[in-house]
C-alpha cells in the first residue's frame, strides 16, 4: 500500500519561517508535489519535485530526497494570507495521478 | 472565465436518490480526475480517464460510477447516495506529462440526509 505522513497543524507568527515534513512509503514513485487549499477554496498546486534538491519559488521552496523517501515545504517570510492547509502528493505512476497526504493545517499569527 | 467548472456547487439529497455532478473544463487537457476530501483525510481519488476511451478506478470507487461524454466533460454519479458519501467533491484536469501539477474546480459540497 502506500501512506504519507505530514503533521496536522502548525502556528506560526508573521515573518517567520515554517518547515512542513513529508514522508512517504508507496509502490512506485515518479516525483512528490505540494498543494496549498484555502479554507472553502480549492487545492492550488505549488511546486514539484521529481529530482533530489531544492527548488524555490519565490517565498517557497520543496525539497526532495528519494533516498529517504522523505520531503519538505519551507514557507519564509510567514505572510497572513499564507493561513490555508498545504498537502504533499505522491506521483506514482507515468500519467499525472497523484495520492494525497492528509494535509497541514498552518495557522499564522500577527 | 474558470477553466474548470463544477455544478452543482451545494447539494443536499437524501438517502437512495441518484446524484449526478457535473465537470466541465476549457483547459484542452486529456486528463481528467474526480476526488472526495473529508476533514483530516486529504483527498482521495475515486475516478480517473487519461482520455475519453480510458476510465479508472481510484482507490475508492465502490459507490461511484462516471461517464466521459467529452474531451471537456467528466461526470461522477451516486447511484443511491448514502449519508457516508456526505463530503466535499473535487473535479480536477492535467496534461498529458510529467509536471505533477493538477487544475482543480471549486469542488460540490454535497449532504446526504
Known amino acids: 500500500g502506500q501512506s504519507l505522513e505530514q503533521p496536522s497543524e502548525v502556528t506560526a507568527v508573521e515573518g517567520a519561517i515554517v518547515q512542513i515534513n513529508c514522508t512517504y512509503q508507496?509502490?512506485?514513485?515518479?516525483?512528490l508535489s505540494w498543494y496549498q487549499q484555502h479554507d472553502g477554496g480549492a487545492p492550488t498546486f505549488l511546486s514539484y519535485?521529481?529530482?533530489?534538491g531544492l527548488e524555490e519559488t519565490g517565498r517557497f521552496s520543496s525539497f526532495l530526497s528519494r533516498s529517504d523517501s522523505y520531503g519538505y515545504l519551507l514557507l519564509q517570510e510567514l505572510q497572513m494570507k499564507d493561513s490555508a492547509s498545504y498537502f504533499c502528493?505522491?506521483?506514482?505512476?507515468?500519467?499525472?495521478?497523484?495520492?494525497f497526504g492528509g494535509g497541514t493545517r498552518v495557522l499564522v499569527k500577527p | 472565465d474558470a477553466d474548470v467548472t463544477q455544478t452543482p456547487r451545494n447539494r443536499i439529497t437524501k438517502t437512495g436518490k441518484r446524484i449526478m455532478l457535473e465537470c466541465s473544463q476549457t483547459?484542452?487537457?486529456?486528463?481528467m480526475y474526480w476526488y472526495r476530501q473529508d476533514p483530516g483525510l486529504g483527498l482521495r481519488l475515486i475516478y480517473y480517464?487519461?482520455?475519453?476511451?480510458?476510465?479508472n478506478k481510484g482507490e475508492i470507487s465502490d459507490g461511484y460510477s462516471v461517464s466521459r461524454q467529452a474531451q471537456a466533460k467528466f461526470s461522477l454519479s451516486l447511484e443511491s447516495a448514502i449519508p457516508n458519501q456526505t463530503a466535499l467533491y473535487f473535479c480536477?484536469?492535467?496534461?498529458?506529462?510529467?509536471?505533477?501539477?493538477?487544475?482543480f474546480g471549486p469542488g460540490t459540497r454535497l449532504t446526504v440526509l
Open positions: 480536477a484536469t492535467s496534461e498529458f506529462g510529467t509536471s505533477g501539477e493538477q487544475f
Open positions: 508507496t509502490s512506485g514513485f515518479y516525483g
Open positions: 519535485n521529481a529530482l533530489d
Open positions: 502528493a505522491v506521483r506514482r505512476a507515468a500519467g499525472n495521478k497523484l495520492t
Open positions: 483547459k484542452g487537457h486529456d486528463r
Open positions: 480517464s487519461f482520455d475519453v476511451k480510458d476510465i
